[in-house]
């Protein structure tokens, strides 16, 4: 059968109250089929919005692809985020943002050394 276990992998973590991205340890479970993170852990306001949007986008510097994973939450009744704000004055988004790096073999991995500015780059777009 499938065993699940959990772990933590390391994410670019956007909080809405905050003045600055940090990295954070995700709760993972992982098993054979793949990796999914504990969002329900990370994301707070259940009852305003319980959805998560996500996607996948590629950033390409150097001459290298590299694939984040980002999972949001965006809803009227939710705080302006802090971060997005100082970034873009004109652009309101309400709510928490995530972004994970997608391994080789696009799975969840851990964010390597250089992946914040790109992560950033990636959630301004």
């Known amino acids: 059968g499938l065993q ?9 973590y956007y909080n809405m109250s905050s003045r600055r991205p940090v990295l ?6 992982m098993n054979s089929t793949g990796r999914a993170p ?6 707070a306001q259940h009852k305003i919005q319980p959805y998560i949007h996500d996607a996948i986008v590629s950033v ?4 290298a692809t590299t ?22 004055p004109a652009r309101t988004w309400r709510g928490d943002i995530l ?8 799975d969840l991995v ?3 050394g250089g992946d ?6 990636a959630v301004k777009k």
Do not use: E, Y
């Open 4 to 12: 699940d276990t959990v772990g933590k992998l390391h994410g670019r």
């Open 24 to 29: 954070k340890a995700i709760h993972t479970q």
């Open 38 to 43: 504990r969002l329900d852990i990370v994301f």
């Open 60 to 63: 390409v510097h150097r001459n």
């Open 67 to 88: 694939h984040f994973h980002i999972f949001v939450k965006n809803h009227c009744q939710l705080r302006p985020n802090k971060i997005i704000q100082r970034w873009s």
């Open 99 to 106: 972004v994970m790096r997608k391994g080789v073999s696009h």
């Open 110 to 112: 851990n964010l390597h």
């Open 116 to 121: 914040g500015a790109l992560a950033d780059f």
